[in-house]
C-alpha cells in the first residue's frame, strides 16, 4: 500500500510541475518555472524512493534521493531569492 502512496505522490508532483509550466509558457513569470524545475526535482525524488523500495533491494538510493530533493528545493530557494523585488 505504501507503494501507491509513493506513485501518488510522484504523479501528483508530475502534474503541479506540468500545470505550473503551462501557466509559465502563458504568463512568463519566472517564479512559476521555478517552482515547475522544483516540482520535477521532487517528482524524480518520488520515483527513485519507489525505485529504492520495490526495485532495487541490495543496493541503497539514499544519497540520490536525498541530492534529488535538495537540487530541487535549492532550486525553489533561488528562485525565490533570485525574483525579489
Known amino acids: 500500500m505504501a507503494e501507491v502512496v509513493f506513485l501518488l505522490c510522484a504523479a501528483t508532483s ?15 513569470v519566472r ?34 534521493r536525498n541530492v534529488s530533493g535538495l537540487l530541487s528545493l535549492a532550486l525553489l530557494v533561488f528562485g525565490l531569492v533570485w525574483d525579489s523585488e
Open 31 to 64: 517564479l512559476l518555472l521555478w517552482s515547475s524545475l522544483c516540482f520535477v526535482g521532487l517528482a524524480v525524488n518520488n520515483v527513485l524512493l519507489v525505485m529504492d523500495l520495490m526495485v532495487i533491494s541490495d543496493r541503497s538510493l539514499l544519497l540520490f
Open 14 to 28: 508530475l502534474a503541479c510541475a506540468v500545470l505550473l509550466l503551462r501557466g509559465y509558457a502563458r504568463n512568463k
